[in-house]
């Protein structure tokens, strides 16, 4: 396919060598490996700490943390948008993020006023 | 896998400020926001979930307890059959990130490897949720009952087997008093001994007490119940009534459990009729009416992801095969397919932690 100069064709040149490619392959499997040893925490804390005991805030609020670490191993790493220009990293994650916690704002404020129904 | 480009473009054809602010092509830049934006949707959702939760208090199911089976073994298992689908989910991600790379080196077979892999580890995920969705419809051998005293409860033990029907009052089918009724000549329209069993308790066609239960057939005919005693049959009480309190999920002594009299309990609710068994739209068995619509609408919603992912990435593989990619001099449309996926797993790291862990 000749190439049009009207289009820019960013992905013609997105290419890495296989040294490159073997550093990523490297960074690759360590992220794999660090998601599932987080997944499996996570299934023993679930199956080993029960609902409503002293510890289960803690324990909730560690899920929460350790679902966070996931997320932002696959979007940085996974997805590559670590290694995207920065302005591109924050128009993606910014406008997320602030509607999302002024969404959590919203349901931790008002979900207060919700009584109890069965 | 760096995204911005390692030569210099013409700054005659770059925009106004000659050249791109984000050095990505079209392509990946709109399948970002679109993420961004279906992203938005799913948070809603889980946000919405979470409301929802809170307003019902102590009510709602415990995922440990809801989701503790596993295919062709008997016993509690809790999230082992989740963690499982989490982690075939992963693994597909870092095959589809391997095939990313592999495109990156121009490597055609390398790609034909990763993607083969992704397409599978999505069938079986997809696979795995059917399995899972169909045991939430089907539900426990027990379901949730309504004690006499207004107490809402669910059961956990072992369902003593139920051999066989005896028939005490002649019906259509059966016509011989003294009759045993197996499986092997129970009538189509009431399927097998366990599922008659669920649907006269849930019509009332059950009567007498633990140990001593009569069946109404669907052809009239009356039997007495051979069923085997439960081991071990404990109630954890979901919502108090007047007389039991609701039993704290830290706790297993707030349960009913058989000394308490569990068992005549637990019949007494089915020869009235009080009983759900598995879910569906408009009741489960685990919780409020809302938590099987989240369940079937969140989870749901994800599968529906995850399918037409496994799609793209059927129709992108064929694409690596016929070399379409290999002749445009780069491999971008697998790396858009790549995000896509990714994207997948992302929500499903979030779905598992708030429907399941918490």
């Known amino acids: 396919m000749d190439q049009r100069d009207d289009i820019i064709e960013y992905s013609l040149y997105n290419h890495h060598s296989e040294k490159e490619g073997k550093k990523l392959r490297k960074k690759i499997w360590k992220v794999t490996l660090i998601l599932s040893i987080v997944t499996a925490v996570e299934v023993f804390l679930g199956a080993l700490v029960k609902q409503g005991s002293e510890m289960w805030l803690t324990v909730k609020v560690l899920f929460v943390l350790l679902t966070l670490l996931k997320a932002g191993y696959i979007v940085l790493t996974f997805m590559h948008l670590g290694d995207e220009k920065k302005t591109l990293k924050w128009i993606i994650l910014l406008p997320y993020l602030i509607f999302m916690l002024y969404l959590i704002f919203i349901g931790l404020t008002e979900g207060a006023s919700v009584g109890v129904k069965n | ?358």
């Open chain 2, 1 to 358: 896998m760096s995204g911005h480009a390692s030569n210099e473009i013409n700054a005659n054809v770059g925009w106004d400020g000659k050249g791109s602010p984000f050095s990505v092509g079209y392509g990946k830049l709109m399948m970002w926001f679109f993420l961004v934006s279906d992203a938005l949707t799913f948070g809603a959702f889980l946000i919405a979930y979470g409301f929802t939760r809170y307003s019902y208090g102590g009510a709602w199911p415990i995922g440990e307890e809801t989701f503790d089976a596993l295919p062709l073994v008997h016993g509690s298992y809790p999230l082992a059959y989740v963690a499982l689908m989490t982690f075939i989910l992963i693994i597909s991600s870092v095959t589809m990130v391997l095939g990313v790379e592999a495109g990156h080196r121009m490597d055609r077979k390398g790609v034909t490897k990763w993607m083969l892999a992704t397409i599978l580890g999505g069938l079986i995920f997809v696979g795995s949720q059917a399995w899972e969705w169909s045991h939430f419809i089907h539900g426990t051998k027990f379901g949730r009952v309504e004690l006499s005293d207004g107490s809402v409860a669910t059961a956990k033990g072992e369902f003593g087997k139920i051999n066989s029907f005896e028939v005490v009052k002649p019906g259509e089918h059966f016509t011989e008093v003294g009759e045993l009724i197996t499986n092997e000549n129970i009538s189509e329209e009431d399927g097998d001994l366990m599922h008659a069993f669920q649907h006269a308790a849930a019509k009332r066609h059950l009567s007498g007490s633990a140990g001593a239960m009569m069946i109404t057939l669907h052809d009239g005919t009356v039997a007495k119940i051979n069923k085997e005693a439960d081991k071990d049959l404990q109630l954890i009480i979901k919502s108090a009534g007047t007389q039991y309190a609701a039993s704290s999920p830290a706790d297993e002594s707030t349960r009913i459990h058989e000394e308490e009299g569990s068992v005549a309990l637990y019949y007494e609710a089915l020869s009235k009729g009080n009983v759900v068994y598995g879910a569906n739209l408009q009741q489960n068995e685990y919780g409020p009416q809302a938590y099987g619509q989240f369940f079937f609408f969140v989870t749901g919603f994800h599968g529906f992801h995850v399918s037409i992912g496994i799609l793209l990435n059927i129709i992108i593989f064929l694409n690596v095969l016929k070399g379409t990619y290999h002749k445009r001099g780069h491999y971008e449309m697998v790396e858009k397919g790549g995000l896509y996926w990714h994207f997948v797993d992302l929500v499903w790291v979030f779905v598992f932690t708030f429907f399941y862990l918490i």
